[in-house]
């Protein structure tokens, strides 16, 4: 009987011990970014008419991550261009031409603000995030038109893309994954990935 009485007793130190959550809960950090890449294009900014080139990105991104550096919320901001790979000619005819006329730069230009939730996942010293945010996206064009002139006196503009305002703005959804290896405490490497 003693036996049993000090296997329980063995038994019950034994889960105390093990039951007890030792591991301490980090406060929450805070994560700065700075980033650049490459603007891909795509659907319809790819077409005939535009045929957007690939462009350079740059952005800043802060994440606040809450106890236990699970969970936390993240602002993404960032530019980005395009340069307009159409280039229309002038059409010549026997008694005038259409000519193409830009009025700013040829491409597009972008600038994105947005806000949303992040997750990390740690392994030693690599850090997975996975991100999702929501905002807004002030889109600059390329504005242009096209006029027919006929006997060097009388034109019609067939053609314009005036945006008088210039100052076009979208909602816009962003979601990625974002790898870091961590070269310090409070420095590290990454590749992002994100649309």
Do not use: C
């Amino acid at each position: 009987m003693k036996k049993i009485w000090l296997i329980l007793v063995i038994q019950l130190i034994t889960n105390i011990v093990f039951g007890q959550n030792t591991e301490v809960k980090e406060r929450g950090q805070w994560q700065g970014i700075v980033f650049g890449g490459v603007a891909m294009p795509m659907g319809s900014y790819k077409s005939n008419l535009s045929m957007a080139k690939n462009g350079p990105l740059v952005g800043l991104a802060v994440d606040k991550y809450f106890k236990g550096n699970r969970f936390g919320i993240g602002v993404d901001l960032r530019a980005f261009q395009n340069n307009i790979g159409y280039n229309p000619d002038t059409l010549h005819f026997a008694n005038g031409f259409i000519a193409p006329t830009f009025v700013n730069e040829k491409r597009y230009r972008h600038f994105a603000a947005t806000l949303g939730p992040s997750y990390k996942a740690s392994v030693s010293k690599l850090d997975i995030e996975a991100f999702i945010r929501g905002g807004v996206l002030f889109q600059e064009f390329p504005e242009y038109y096209s006029d027919l002139t006929v006997n060097n006196l009388t034109y019609l503009r067939l053609e314009n893309t005036n945006n008088p305002r210039n100052n076009a703005k979208a909602w816009v959804g962003l979601g990625g994954l974002r790898f870091s290896y961590k070269l310090s405490s409070s420095i590290a490497v990454f590749l992002q990935g994100d649309y």
